[in-house]
């Protein structure tokens, strides 16, 4: 029998601890479990089937800690073929007379992925797929993937096992008690991203003991359309006389696990601290307890590695602001490579209250696979919405996809069939919510009822690949009414008839409804309400536009979703603050008095905007740069240098300008840049990168073009972008000691290809000396002298 | 050997953070200026924090200026100094979670200043919440030495391999280690605590 087809009819038994029970057999503090694969073996064997005999139904190997960061490719081979043969052995030799099955266990490897850590995600997938490819030869029955405390990291060994066996995976998570992973997501998170995955039970495992987890688990039956396995701790540990126990006894522990399987655990087992005597007591408590039948609960949600969004109840705004058309700064922000200015854009469309973000990043001439690979990688690292990957190139949505930590909004497919056998196999691979526009070789039917049959065409293609129509959001096309009077009625209709008649989530791009028409926010706001009111479960809008915003508090506030109107009325209140911001009541100090240069040196950057925006009414920006913004910065400047102020006060000061500059910029056509280029990287290996970003913030103040790669670049293309550049000078900075010889290595190739290059060095393991050494042309102890030293090349 | 593992927010929830402190980590000394946006800072700082410590007891042995852990033989001068004349250790590893990172990445974006003050007010809480737990420890044993990291003196920077093995510091309280033996969390510390049982 296969092992699906048993869990859906039996309550399944899974093994207890091995490491607990191998300590008793004289393990050492620090030992690797594993290695007993070979050394002791028989021991190995004797745990296998002393819980094989307890009841256990699906032994997991012991190779938890079995990974190529830790073993060479023969030990690593060694280690997984004697774990996998001593299982099949306990199988083979133990008694007891329920179905047997063997899963090959994977662990975390104990790194942390990028941004956070140093593995990449791609070597994270290929350490799990080494295990999973020697695996995949013997005889197994399943993957088990557990005490995984990090979302991504689950998700790099699912796809490890999904692209190198067919065999079933089975996902469990370790939650802390504040019911989340180590690095924030909760168990709906993991639930939307594993189903999006293809696990084949979602479960929880390790950390704590039952009582304390059940919570998550209750949590995880609530959303969860597949089944649930639950392996906690028995209890904590406590030292006596020297040995390590558990407080949680079989008893107690059977207890609360049959109230789980009560509630629908389908699959049931221990962690650190059980013993087969844990799972013989689970096994009499439950056997004649028939499994619950899984039912799919229907639910249309994305996440991010912390939040989900739930379509349905409460419409959820997808804020379009990372989306270049028709946004000129946003355009040039792409083309400079300036993540921190997409990144505000994101953090404020968060603050402002979207649910989901859009990101395209589609602009001609531009490497869209690597630019939006690094967007949401860049984004989902500071910003906690879940993101909808807005692209029309396959292969850079699935570049996308593919690193995305949670399960993702896909925009788009249509009724075409090229493009639905371009993208349902990657939702399907990778998981996520797709948005379908109802369109297809024909164009946009005119007719609501044909945008309907194409909708229905849509979801019946969608089944063939495996994908419900819970995880289609259609797009039923706003068009302008500005040449067709009747398009807001088609569109609306045909929202209403797929929300009906197909039960399926629809969104629009609200804007569009009023594209050649004056004063567009008016016709917005009003077509967004009638949208609201004709079941529209998303709109992917502007969240800056007041209008809108108005339309959708209001409208939850008049539809009796906003309890005690204290969303409206918060809303309300920060409408009248931005009104009345021009007004000067908001500082304590007079901003009607104040000066530019003030502002700049107090670090007020509300104020340096304003002032500055007032002043290029009547004044010529480079006046204003020239004659307030940069002796202001030297002010401060010198301070800092003369330690009268410190470097928050210096990074104040620098946000003020920048605020100014952002102003100025408006007004000056870009390529107006009046001093020379600098470029700027962190090494190779390096992943700090606070202190270039610092340098990069006060040398754009004082003028200088800079052109940032980023962390952790490579020397080739560190030279390659000074070349392309002509750039005089070249900041490098290093935070690890380890990673000194890259920046001496990249040095030494600009000083042999790019010789008209100087280059500034500085970070926390580098002095004078240690930069001479190296061959750098100057040490910068900080941001401050990097800027003195480029003013020279002017 | 029993690994246990600590939550402390209830205990330095109640213990302030010290902006002078938090102010020297910016590399400010006594700035007005500086500690009114480290005051700025707090509230979102705190909704950021955790504080977490697992830890186990170890017998140790010493010997030519090698100490001997039951998993572990380690040649340090000053370590030995430290712990000399003592047969019991605490060795520990403490953080104040991934969220604070995140956190002074996200203002490294939007505000380069805060994000600093930021990283000094991790940098302020993970000691205080190793403060916090050397003082558990000597009210548990009695006397207790200055605690030891990998790193101070002559004790390598590697050492944090073996405590990461022996402590399952990834299971236990989410520290991972990275291939240049740097922690993630970053706001993180592992230290040793002789103590005399």
């Known amino acids: 029998m296969k092992v699906l087809d048993y869990i859906k009819e039996n309550i399944t038994y899974l093994d207890g601890a091995m490491g607990t029970l191998l300590q008793a057999r004289g393990l050492k503090p620090g030992e690797a479990t594993e290695t007993w694969n070979l050394s002791h073996k028989e021991d190995i064997i004797d ?16 190779t938890f800690g079995v990974n190529c960061l830790k073993y060479d490719g023969e030990t690593l081979k060694n280690l997984i073929n004697s774990a996998i043969d001593n299982a099949n052995e306990a199988k083979k030799i133990s008694g007891g007379k329920r179905e047997k099955f063997i899963a090959f266990d994977i662990g975390p490897t104990g790194r942390m992925l990028k941004p956070y850590g140093d593995l990449d995600f791609e070597d994270a997938v290929e350490v799990f797929a080494k295990n999973v490819r020697i695996a995949t030869k013997k005889d197994i029955d399943l993957f088990v993937i557990e005490t995984m405390n990090d979302s991504l990291e689950t998700k790099a060994a699912v796809l490890a096992v999904k692209e190198n066996s067919d065999l079933p995976v089975f996902v469990y998570n370790a939650y802390g008690e504040d019911e989340k992973l180590m690095t924030g997501a909760t168990p709906e998170v993991m639930v939307s991203m594993l189903e999006g995955l293809g696990a084949d039970v979602i479960g929880v495992n ?182 909808q990957i807005d692209t029309s190139n396959a292969i850079a949505m699935e570049k996308a996809l593919r690193v995305y930590n949670g399960k993702a909004m896909i925009n788009s497919v249509n009724g075409k069939k090229e493009v639905m056998e371009q993208i349902f196999p990657i939702a399907k691979k990778y998981g996520g919510v797709i948005v379908a526009l109802t369109l297809d070789e024909n164009g946009i039917p005119k007719k609501a009822e044909d945008r309907y049959k194409i909708a229905e065409k849509i979801v019946k293609e969608a089944k063939k690949y495996g994908i419900s129509k819970n995880d289609l959001v259609f797009d039923t096309l706003a068009m302008t009414v500005s040449t067709d009077q009747n398009s807001a009625n088609e569109t609306i209709k045909a929202l209403k008839m797929i929300k009906e008649n197909l039960g399926c989530h629809t969104s629009l791009g609200v804007s569009n409804i009023s594209f050649g028409l004056p004063k567009r926010d008016f016709v917005n706001g009003i077509f967004f309400t009638l949208a609201l009111e004709n ?68 670090g007020l950057k509300d104020d340096a905007k304003r002032i500055t925006k007032m002043r290029l009414a009547n004044e010529n920006a480079l006046k204003i740069v020239n004659d307030d913004i940069i002796p202001a910065l030297d002010n401060v400047g010198k301070d800092f240098e003369e330690k009268k102020v410190y470097l928050p006060q210096l990074l104040m000061s620098a946000e003020a300008a920048k605020f100014a500059f952002e102003e100025i910029k408006a007004t000056v056509k870009s390529g107006e840049s009046t001093k020379c280029t600098v470029v700027l990287a962190t090494v190779k290996g390096d992943i700090h ?59 030494k190739l600009i000083h042999e290809k790019a010789p008209f290059c100087k280059t500034v060095v500085g970070g926390a393991v580098l002095n004078p000396e240690y930069a001479e050494k190296i061959g750098a042309d100057k040490y910068a102890k900080d941001a401050m002298e990097t800027v003195r030293y480029a003013e020279q090349f002017n | 050997m ?196």
């Open chain 1, 47 to 62: 745990v296998h089937k002393s819980y094989f005999e307890s009841g256990t139904n699906i032994v997991t190997t012991n």
């Open chain 1, 206 to 387: 390790c950390s704590l003991g039952p009582k304390q987890l059940k919570g998550v688990v209750e949590r995880i039956l609530k959303c969860s359309s597949t089944p649930v396995a639950f392996k906690p701790n028995a209890g904590l540990p406590e030292d006596k006389d020297g040995k390590t126990v558990f407080n949680v006894l079989p008893e107690e522990f059977s207890d609360v696990l049959l109230t789980c399987a009560k509630e629908g655990v389908g699959l049931l087992g221990g962690c650190c601290g059980t013993t087969p005597e844990y799972i013989k007591a689970v096994v009499k408590k439950t056997e004649n307890i028939k499994p619950k039948e899984i039912i799919s609960k229907n639910l249309t949600v994305v996440s991010s590695y912390m939040n989900t969004a739930y379509f349905g109840d409460i419409p959820l705004l997808i804020g379009e602001r990372i989306n270049p058309t028709g946004k000129k700064k946003l355009k040039l922000a792409l083309m400079e490579n300036d993540m921190g200015y997409i990144l505000n854009e994101g953090i404020n469309e968060q603050e402002k209250g979207c649910h989901i973000l859009d990101v395209n990043v589609g602009i001609p001439d531009i490497d869209e696979e690597k630019k939006l690979f690094e967007t949401v990688t860049a984004l989902q690292e500071v910003c906690s919405l879940p993101l």
């Open chain 1, 535 to 602: 079941g529209l479960s998303a709109a992917i809008m502007n969240p800056n536009s007041d209008e809108m915003m108005k339309a959708y508090k209001t409208f939850l506030l008049l539809k009796g979703k906003d309890e005690n109107c204290l969303n409206y009325i918060d809303f309300a209140n920060s409408a009248i603050e931005i009104m009345t911001a021009e007004k000067p009541i908001k500082t304590a100090e007079k901003s009607e008095n104040i000066t530019l240069s003030y502002a700049i040196i107090k």
């Open chain 1, 689 to 747: 990168d606070i202190g270039k970003n610092i340098v990069k913030l006060l040398l754009q103040n004082y003028g200088f073009r800079v052109i940032d790669l980023g962390k952790d670049v490579a020397p080739e293309a560190i030279l390659n972008a000074v070349i392309k550049e002509k750039a005089p000078v070249l900041g490098l900075s290093a935070l690890m000691t380890t990673t000194v010889p890259a920046m001496e290595e990249t040095i």
């Open chain 2, 2 to 197: 029993t690994v246990k593992t600590k939550d402390f927010a209830e205990v330095l929830k109640d213990i302030p953070v010290d902006i002078d402190e938090a102010s020297r980590y910016c590399g400010a000394k006594n700035d007005q200026n500086t500690k009114n946006i480290i005051s700025s800072c707090l509230d979102e700082a705190k909704s950021a924090l955790s504080y977490k410590v697992c830890y186990a007891v170890f017998d140790i042995h010493i010997e030519n200026d090698t100490v001997i852990f039951p998993f572990c033989e380690l040649k340090s001068k000053d370590l030995s100094k430290n712990l000399a004349g003592l047969d019991t250790c605490v060795i520990f590893a403490a953080t104040v979670g991934l969220e604070i990172d995140r956190l002074i990445k996200k203002y490294a974006a939007v505000s380069p200043a805060k994000s600093v003050v930021l990283g000094a007010i991790g940098a302020e809480r993970i000691e205080k919440l190793c403060d916090v737990f050397a003082d558990a420890i000597k009210s548990d044993f009695g006397e207790t030495r200055p605690r030891f990291s990998p790193g101070y003196g002559d004790l390598p920077l590697s050492f944090q391999r073996e405590i990461f093995k022996v402590l399952q510091m990834n299971k236990n309280i989410g520290i991972s280690l990275g291939e240049n033996l740097l922690m993630t969390p970053s706001k993180s510390v592992t230290a040793i605590i002789g103590v005399k049982k």
